[in-house]
């Protein structure tokens, strides 16, 4: 999620509870699985060449209440049983579940737009934004180093063979860094791999790394670069160097950002499909959602042609539920075991509102259809802010 120097966001806590559905479905006796599935319409679905806004954008001046048209019938419920939304507050929540003591732990990536890079870590959801204990410094880039300093922002963190790659945006140049833990502690030490450079050995431009770690052995960067959707091959074992030209995958004349993926089981025939989750619109209006784009594994993912995009958004403001602006996250693994999704939202449709309003974390459960691919969803609410 791209910062702007004029607009400054000063953030609270969230606090509620919720373990029902948002809205009530046409069948409200089935809440997951294949009940849920046979509830909901077949969505539309778009192939490369096709894919446009979701929303009407005004531009980055726009007051930002110029709302996407809400209707929740026939979205998958909003479920986040065990969890009190709002986490927190806080924005380009990039989460990584691991095991430790043989339990769930969860992480969470967190800047200062300096020169620091941080870890939240804890075994339950509720308390990872509450508890500042729970966030550990993972990096510090020093200003010997980067005289010009980094401005560090829109932290990525995953698993990268039997270590962890932490990557993150560095608003002073445009450019995005690269760290990868020493061991298998992702609390651990790190050492620092540099700017990511393109083929050619210059630095790519563009913020809200994220990488693909790949069943066919590969591992791909994307990322925005602003009106773009980016992604390139790196270097195996060298992830800090790409090895490809770039693709542009979403290049639609819109600001897209924040991409983040996962892989869903695809029950029709028995293959995987890679669901890249972006954000759309700005980041700071109420219009701002959730879009996808989609491709089965077993096609190259940096050939656009491949990829498909599901026409409306998956995750959308819903004033009846307080949630605008809903975007700019991740997917990982929630404590049932299965997806679950994190985003930043606003609880006002005015936005940010020059910088009288906060973003706060919220997480529910990911639920696909059976391709693989993540459903529209009602977004969760949080019922008390504080």
């Not at 000063?10 to 599935?37: E, N, Q, Y």
């Not at 894919?51 to 929740?72: C, H, L, M, V, Y």
């Not at 790190?190 to 990488?211: A, S």
């Not at 819109?254 to 996962?262: D, H, I, K, L, R």
Request: hydrophobic share 35%; net charge negative.
């Amino acid at each position: 999620m791209v910062q702007f120097a004029q607009i400054v966001l000063a953030f609270g806590c969230a606090v509620s509870t919720h373990h029902a559905w948002a809205r009530p479905l046409a069948s409200s006796s089935a809440t997951k699985g294949a009940g849920v599935l046979g509830s909901l319409p077949l969505f539309k679905d778009v192939p490369w060449g096709q894919f446009g806004p979701a929303a009407k954008q005004a531009g980055a001046g726009a007051a930002g209440s110029d709302n996407i048209t809400e209707d929740a019938s026939g979205l998958a419920p909003a479920l986040a049983p065990g969890v009190q939304n709002s986490l927190g507050e806080g924005f380009d929540p990039q989460f990584l579940t691991v095991t430790r003591n043989g339990k769930p732990f969860y992480l969470v990536t967190d800047v200062d737009f300096g020169l620091n890079v941080f870890l939240r870590a804890s075994y339950d959801l509720n308390d990872i934004y509450r508890d500042e204990s729970k966030k550990h410094t993972i990096h510090h880039y020093p200003n010997t180093t980067y005289p010009d300093g980094v401005g560090t922002e829109a932290a990525d963190i995953v698993r990268y063979g039997e270590k962890f790659l932490y990557t993150v945006s560095a608003i002073a140049d445009d450019t995005m860094r690269a760290l990868i833990s020493t061991t298998d502690d992702p609390l651990g030490e790190y050492t620092d791999l540099g700017r990511i450079l393109g083929q050619d050995g210059t630095p790519l431009t563009g913020y809200d790394p994220h990488v693909i770690v790949h069943p066919n052995g590969n591992s791909y960067l994307t990322w925005s670069n602003h009106e773009f959707v980016q992604i390139v091959q790196l270097q195996n074992g060298a992830p800090s160097r790409a090895v490809s030209p770039v693709s542009n995958l979403v290049s639609y004349g819109v600001n897209t950002e924040a991409p983040s993926s996962w892989i869903f089981d695809n029950r029709n025939n028995g293959s995987r499909t890679l669901n890249l989750m972006y954000a759309e619109g700005n980041y700071y209006q109420s219009n701002y959602n959730t879009r996808l784009l989609y491709i089965d594994v077993a096609q190259d993912p940096l050939d656009p042609r491949q990829w498909y995009q599901r026409a409306q958004p998956i995750l959308a403001s819903d004033s009846s539920q307080g949630v605008y602006g809903p975007g700019s996250g991740s997917l990982f693994t929630g404590p049932d075991g299965e997806a679950w999704c994190a985003y930043g939202a606003f609880a006002s449709r005015d936005g940010a509102d020059d910088g009288k309003n906060e973003r706060y974390v919220r997480v529910q459960v990911a639920q696909p259809d059976d391709k693989g691919v993540w459903l529209p969803t009602q977004v969760i609410a949080a019922q008390q802010l504080d």
